[in-house]
Every structure is written in structure tokens, then in C-alpha cells.
């Protein structure tokens, strides 16, 4: 079984700071790794994801993650943030495995909250 | 319309009523899943339908009832709830039932039951 840990519930930061959201996970077998982003009043959207080649991947609007499999870790970071980023962000996970149903397991959330 | 579109927005019903949630998606996917949102909580899967078949059922008590008549529809019905159902239901979509694809969320149905 896996399981999604976001260790802050909440993140301030000022408008153009640099911010990291942290997720750590948990899994006996291989994992794809994912960040989702739920604007106020809106369903998720994919932010990034990582499956497989270069650990560190990009999402088109300046985010980035880096998968760390020793420390089982898929942080995310953003160089300065703009007052539109605020949102809450979903770490989730999924079973490489074969028997998969498409299933994601989710961490609880962080709110990110940008101050100008 | 495009993406996933879910009615109603909002919903309130009384633990002895029947309701139905309604999702639709735009996209030409083949599978479609059903989540529920509480406050303080992770989203949890309750349904996954791939081409119209149930994939996975993840333990959800039976007062939910899913359906799927086609790959672009998606229903929940809902009867004889109680309030700690009361929550945000998100439907989503992918391509394919994959563990690596990427899920098209709607903006979900706000869910109180009195």
C-alpha cells in the first residue's frame, strides 16, 4: 500500500519569494509521482508529473520538482511566486504495477497562500 | 462545453431524499473515476469505470450507487446519506486506465446533507 505525506498544511510567502512544498511517500513497489493544483472553486489540474528518464521535471508555468527515490521525496519548488499561484496543491502517487487501475493516492494538501 | 462538466454545483438534501449527481466529460476518454473530497481529509477514490465497466469500487458504502451508460457519462446516486457524506464530489477522466495518465478533474458537486 502507498501512502502520500505533506508535511505543511499551509505555506505563506511573500509575492516574487521562492517557495518549496514538500511530499514524501511511502510504497513497496515503484511509483509515478504527481502534482495537481486546485484553484478556488475549481476541480484539479495536472501541475507535473514524473514517470520515468530525467528526475527533475518542469511544469510550463515556472514549477519544477525533483523525484528523490533514496529519500523517497517529490518536493516542489517555484523561484518567485506570483499572487496567482495561490492555490491548494495535491501530491499524489500511483502503482507502476500492471493490476492498476488508474488509482491516485493523495497527500492531504498544502495551501499556499502568497501575500503581496 | 469542454473538459468535465459536473451538475449541480451545489446540492443540499435531508438524509431520507434521493439525488443524482451528473458528470460529463468533452475529452474522448475512456475512463472516468468518481473521488470525494472532505474538509481536512485526502481525496479518496470511490469508483473507477473503464468503457463502461466498473474497475474498482474502493470500499464505498452501498447508499452510493454508481452508473455509467456510456464513456462520456458518469452519474452517482446518492440515497438515504448521512452528514458526514456531506463533501465535495469530483469526477475526472483520463485516456486510458493507466496508472501513469493524467486525470481531468470537474469543478465537483458541493455536497450538504442535513
Known amino acids: 500500500a502507498q501512502s502520500v505525506t505533506q508535511l505543511d498544511s499551509q505555506v505563506p510567502v511573500f509575492e516574487e519569494a521562492p517557495v518549496e512544498l514538500r511530499c514524501n511517500y511511502s510504497?513497496?513497489?515503484?511509483?509515478?509521482l504527481f502534482w495537481y493544483v486546485q484553484y478556488p472553486n475549481q476541480g484539479l489540474q495536472l501541475l507535473l508529473k514524473?514517470?520515468?528518464?530525467?528526475?527533475l521535471v518542469e511544469s510550463i508555468n515556472g514549477f519544477e520538482a525533483e523525484f528523490n527515490k533514496s529519500q523517497t521525496s517529490f518536493h516542489l519548488r517555484k523561484p518567485s511566486v506570483h499572487i496567482s499561484d495561490t492555490a491548494e496543491y495535491f501530491c499524489?502517487?500511483?502503482?507502476?504495477?500492471?493490476?492498476?487501475?488508474?488509482?491516485?493516492?493523495f497527500g492531504q494538501g498544502t495551501t499556499l497562500q502568497v501575500k503581496p | 462545453e469542454t473538459g468535465v462538466t459536473q451538475t449541480p454545483r451545489h446540492l443540499v438534501m435531508g438524509m431520507t431524499n434521493k439525488k443524482s449527481l451528473k458528470c460529463e466529460q468533452h475529452?474522448?476518454?475512456?475512463?472516468m473515476y468518481w473521488y470525494k473530497q472532505s474538509a481536512k481529509k485526502p481525496l479518496e477514490l470511490m469508483f473507477v469505470?473503464?468503457?463502461?465497466?466498473?474497475?474498482e469500487n474502493n470500499s464505498v458504502p452501498s447508499r452510493f450507487s454508481p452508473e455509467c451508460p456510456n464513456s462520456s457519462h458518469l452519474f452517482l446516486h446518492l440515497h438515504t446519506l448521512q452528514p458526514e457524506d456531506s463533501a465535495l464530489y469530483l469526477c475526472?477522466?483520463?485516456?486510458?486506465?493507466?496508472?501513469?495518465?493524467?486525470?481531468?478533474f470537474g469543478p465537483g458537486t458541493r455536497l450538504l446533507v442535513l
Open positions: 475529452l474522448g476518454h475512456n475512463a
Open positions: 514524473y514517470l520515468s528518464g530525467s528526475t
Open positions: 475526472a477522466s483520463s485516456q486510458e486506465i493507466w496508472s501513469g495518465e493524467t486525470q481531468y
Open positions: 510504497s513497496s513497489v515503484s511509483v509515478y
Open positions: 469505470y473503464s468503457l463502461e465497466e466498473r474497475v
Open positions: 499524489a502517487v500511483s502503482d507502476q504495477g500492471s493490476s492498476n487501475t488508474g488509482k491516485l493516492i
